[in-house]
């Protein structure tokens, strides 16, 4: 164990499948990705609803062997956010992927999120700047769409036809009047 405090205060972990796993120390990309997307949120949520967008950091308690720690959340039924965490499902769950911690986000925590009751999930990929939106169908979570900023030569590249298809902003199922843009989630990324 590393003596540095820094180190140690920055140690976090999750509770995945009854097993203690050790979270990845945040990339740059990382965290410019979660902030960027509380940022959409806080400013489209600020005195509009009820809906709480809260940021990386705060435990969730799904089960009794699953406390995740996600990278976003909205939680729409304030009874469930408590002083420790939130206490049930959020609405909204995103997790930013890292290579060391990506298989648990597309797998275990994707099954359990849906089987708890969360209504939309995200797995953003900074590296590739892609956002995967899954709906749930009461169960399971259906994936709904993939989006993709692309890089400037690969438009550069395309008819116009082509570029004119190309999607750069979508929406949240959640919140008919908030326009999501790309550029907005990975602003500030490399």
Request: charged share 30%; proline share 4%.
């Amino acid at each position: 164990m590393s003596d540095n405090l820094a180190y140690q205060e920055e140690r976090r972990e999750e509770l995945i499948g009854g097993k203690v796993v050790m979270m990845s120390p945040a990339s740059a990309n990382h965290t410019f990705t979660s902030s960027n997307i509380f940022w959409v949120f806080e400013n489209h949520l600020r005195k509009k609803r009820k809906c709480t967008p809260i940021a990386d950091g705060t435990t969730v308690y799904l089960t009794d062997k699953n406390h995740f720690v996600p990278d976003f959340m909205v939680v729409c039924d304030t009874d469930k956010i408590k002083p420790d965490g939130v206490h049930g499902a959020p609405d909204l769950v995103v997790e930013v992927l890292s290579p060391s911690t990506m298989r648990n986000d597309k797998t275990h925590k994707k099954d359990v999120y849906a089987r708890c009751g969360v209504r939309e999930y995200w797995l953003v990929d900074p590296a590739s700047k892609s956002v995967e939106v899954y709906r749930t169908d009461g169960t399971e979570f259906i994936l709904h769409d993939i989006y993709v900023l692309r890089p400037d030569w690969e438009l550069e590249k395309m008819s116009e036809e082509e570029r004119a298809a190309v999607e750069t902003h979508f929406k949240c199922s959640l919140f008919d009047d908030l326009d999501i843009s790309l550029e907005d989630v990975f602003y500030r990324t490399f």
